[in-house]
């Protein structure tokens, strides 16, 4: 069985569109730089609208995860176990993004562990983000 898709929305399309091309860029606020994620209409912050989506570096330390043994989603059955969480990215205390976890033994993954964003394919459908060892 596929895997379900990301289906994006018209405020999410450009952080889509850019992990496509295996980059991870987000929202952040022209007026004061705050970056934003998930992306909104207004910055949490300033109250600015003038938002645009910028590249981040994509390193970051795990801020909580979960291993799935038992899968309830149609199309991971094959996957399990998998690993999917939070981290925390460099560029501003606070800002973080949920992605899967690869490469890394479920058994090594910890709060605090420094992670890297990698992409990962999709079939059919492109890339989307994952997190794995610097
Ligand atoms: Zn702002």
Sequence with gaps: MTRPVPEPTALSAPYWEAAREGRLELQRCRHCRH???FPDFL???CGSDD???EEAGGNGT???FTVVHRVFVPGFA???PYAVGWV???EQPGLRVF???VGIPA???RIGLPVAACFTDRPGWGTVLSFTTP
Aim: hydrophobic residues 50%.
């Design 99 to 101: 992605a899967d976890f």
């Design 62 to 64: 795990v801020d909580t």
């Design 107 to 109: 058994d090594r993954l």
């Design 43 to 45: 910055c949490p912050r």
């Design 88 to 90: 925390l990215l460099d």
């Design 35 to 37: 970056w934003i994620h």
């Design 51 to 53: 938002l645009a989506f």
């Design 78 to 80: 094959d996957h399990a």
